[in-house]
C-alpha cells in the first residue's frame, strides 16, 4: 500500500469508525474504542473522556487498549480507573456525571491526561491495527468521501510514530 492509501485507511479509522458500528469482541470495535480514547482523553483528559464515553464500560475500553496490544496506554487508563475505586459500567450520561463528581479526587487531577509515552504507544496500536485492516478501511473511505471543509483545513496535528509519521512529514514539513 502507498503512503496515500495508509492515510486515508487512518482518517477512516480515527473519523469514521464509532463503536457502535461494530460487535463487541470484533478487532475493529476495540480499535474505535482505543481511538475515542486517544482523541478524547488528548483533548480534554481523562475525566472528560470517562464522562464523554458514558456509553461505553470502562472495563471494555481498558480490555480493547490491551487487545490492540497499547500496554503502556492500558496501565495508564488501569490505574485511573483504581484510583477512582470503580469499574463505571455503560450508563446515562447525568448517571456518569454523578459517578464521577462522588469518585474523582484531587489526586487524580494528577493522572488526568494521556501521558506522550501511553499517546505514542497508543497510536502505533492503532497503526498496526490499520495495517491489518487496510482494506476494510480503504472501503469505508469510498462509503465516507473526506467532506469538503476538512479536505481544505489546516489542522495543527501531533507527532505521530511508524508509518504515519513519514506521511506527516511530508505533508507538513
Known amino acids: 500500500m502507498d503512503e496515500a ?9 480515527v ?4 463503536p457502535s458500528d461494530f460487535e463487541a469482541g470484533d478487532k475493529r470495535r476495540a480499535a474505535a474504542i482505543a481511538s475515542t480514547y486517544m482523541g478524547l482523553a488528548n483533548n480534554g483528559g481523562m475525566n472528560s473522556f470517562l ?14 487498549l490491551e487487545a490492540l496490544g497499547a500496554l503502556i496506554a492500558a496501565a495508564q487508563f488501569k490505574a485511573v480507573l483504581e484510583q477512582l475505586g470503580d469499574d463505571l459500567p455503560a450508563c446515562k450520561y447525568d448517571d456518569r456525571e454523578d459517578a464521577l463528581d462522588r469518585l474523582w479526587s484531587d489526586d487524580l487531577n494528577e493522572m488526568d491526561f494521556l501521558s506522550g ?3 505514542q504507544d497508543l497510536a502505533k496500536a492503532l497503526e498496526r491495527h490499520v495495517e ?6 480503504l ?6 468521501p473526506e467532506p469538503e471543509w476538512l479536505a481544505n483545513s489546516a489542522v495543527e496535528v501531533q507527532q505521530p510514530t511508524g508509518w504515519l509519521s513519514r506521511i506527516y512529514r511530508r505533508l507538513f514539513h
Open 139 to 144: 472501503q469505508r473511505a469510498e462509503n465516507n
Open 51 to 64: 464522562s464523554c464515553s458514558h456509553d461505553l464500560d470502562a472495563r471494555e475500553v481498558l480490555a480493547s
Open 5 to 13: 492509501q495508509q492515510m486515508t485507511a487512518w482518517n477512516n479509522l
Open 15 to 18: 473519523m469514521n469508525a464509532e
Open 117 to 119: 509515552e501511553a499517546d
Open 132 to 137: 491489518e485492516f487496510i482494506e476494510f478501511y
